[in-house]
């Protein structure tokens, strides 16, 4: 099968991978479509040491080891766990200690013909959803892991930085707190994008020092870190939400003096993401910057990691 | 009267500063005794730009401006806030941005004969703890801040790192909610005070990665804040409780990745700190390195500069 393989921060489109086999309690999936995230990106600058198959970002359907979801299109959960560690024991399993992780850690991902997951890692997609809109249910899940670990009420002011593809997710999620929220981005026609759907949108140069209540950090650049924190008020909670390829520095005293909490934020709800997409409380899909074939991955990439780009699907049911 | 004045990063003994009068709502106190802190420490290295007396870990004795409290000996906390701000308002006093803060931010501190604070500032030292013991109520305060912030229960496993002088209070009040406490130092010595208190004390090689539910970073240095996020599991909290001089660099990634939620904290319930002195329940007295008197001031600055000193203690009342 075709794969967009990873190996020493090289990319190569492999057409020889053998078709993978599904181990006991893993389901064979044919991969639909799947979308670049910033975490491959991230991984191709040397973020974490991985080789294999790239792509987290998937929609598929069954071909075997699941009965009840046999030609059913499925998400998949990408965190892998061992089900026997105190973190799968008290409910965490993505923070298993050996987990493997699609396309980033251990485990073959999603850039390809096939891909294997865990039967308790898939989620059906409901009829109403595209397999384009179903594509973002990962990123979308990680936005609203947001709100598992940050309470986020009406009246709170909320300051987002970043208006990429992740910005723009968690920006929509936000939003529907019913919060006072105020996005701020770089690029005015992203901006556009939330201000139609009545986001309070701006740059940076709008944003009041120490007046929000909570700031969640979406761009994964120190700027944006120190945006975030600028426009934080004393005891507020700051979020991060980018992994960050290199080291942070930055003002720990401004912390300790401000009494802030910095909360790291990853992987989220699957069934809530889906749920929201059914619903059509967010729009994904004008997120959509291009989609390319599986053997044209590589330019995919090179689109990817231009600076300001949205979503980039790849498509291997063309 | 004599006091020791920063300016520009230099100390100076001064003895001819006014006897400061005391505006209304506020009180003269005749200053008994005296601790130096890091954190002026880290002002004489410039962490901030403060020109004026330093010193905010006191006890004195009521002379005018608190009719109920004259005669008496008080401890004071160290922000004077403004009583009309958001924070003022929301019971946040220590966050008032017009704050001024004792030694610290536009107001003369305690390292002099006399000082000033307003009244509502000012707990009366109850007979039974020393005048020695009091003047840590401050530090043993901010030490109890951090139960203020983050629920400890006896089922946590918690690491302290830093065996200093706010790493020995901090140790101290955290043995008392029955946790599993670890504290991790480089001296011998001071680890052997915890030791003799019951508490289970080591060098950094004893601490297990990936392990402690709670760390609290107490040094002040990046190898401390990396030994806590080293021992941090996932999900973990970690407290910062120490200023920086200068940034810290560190690994955003893994604290998104692994979800850590890092909380910085600073000044504490005064109550409470002159509780547990009161009651015997923390020992202070033995982290006393030495007592100089306040003419002797920069002698004493020198000693607290030295590496590894405990506290050092200024003595008015000599």
């Not at 892998?80 to 965490?92: D, I, R, S, V, Y």
Request: with cysteine.
């Amino acid at each position: 099968m075709q794969g967009i393989w990873l190996e020493k921060q090289q990319l190569q489109l492999k057409s020889d991978l053998p078709i993978p086999d599904s181990p006991a309690g893993e389901a064979r999936i044919k991969v639909l479509r799947a979308g670049i995230c910033n975490t491959d990106l991230e991984l191709l600058r040397g973020y974490y040491p991985y080789t294999g198959i790239l792509g987290h970002e998937f929609v598929g359907v069954v071909e075997s080891g699941a009965p009840n979801l046999i030609n059913k299109r499925v998400v998949g959960e990408i965190n892998a766990a061992c089900g026997k560690c105190h973190f799968c024991l008290t409910n965490q399993p993505t923070h298993c200690e050996q987990r493997t992780v699609l396309g980033i850690v251990n485990r073959n991902g999603a850039f390809a013909d096939y891909l294997t997951l865990p039967v308790a890692n898939l989620h059906a997609v409901p009829d109403q959803v595209t397999t384009d809109a179903a594509t973002f249910t990962e990123p979308l899940a990680a936005a609203l892991e947001i709100q598992e670990q940050v309470k986020i009420l009406p009246e709170h002011n909320v300051l987002v930085v970043g208006d990429g593809k992740l910005g723009q997710l968690v920006a929509q999620t936000i939003a529907l707190t019913g919060c006072d929220l105020l996005v701020i981005g770089r690029h005015h026609d992203k901006l556009e994008k939330l201000a139609l759907r009545g986001i309070k949108v701006g740059f940076e140069d709008i944003v009041s020092p120490r007046s929000f209540d909570i700031a969640i950090e979406c761009t994964g650049n120190p700027d944006g870190f120190n945006l975030a924190l600028f426009g934080l008020r004393p005891r507020g909670t700051l979020v991060l939400k980018s992994t960050y390829a290199g080291k942070l520095t930055l003002d720990a005293s401004a912390i300790v003096v401000d009494e802030i909490t910095v909360v790291g934020s990853r992987c989220g709800p699957f069934a809530k993401a889906l749920d929201l997409l059914s619903q059509n409380k967010v729009d994904v899909t004008s997120l959509i910057e291009t989609c390319y074939p599986l053997e044209e991955g590589l330019a995919a990439f090179s689109h990817a990691q231009q600076r300001g780009t949205l979503k980039v699907l790849l498509k291997m049911d063309s």
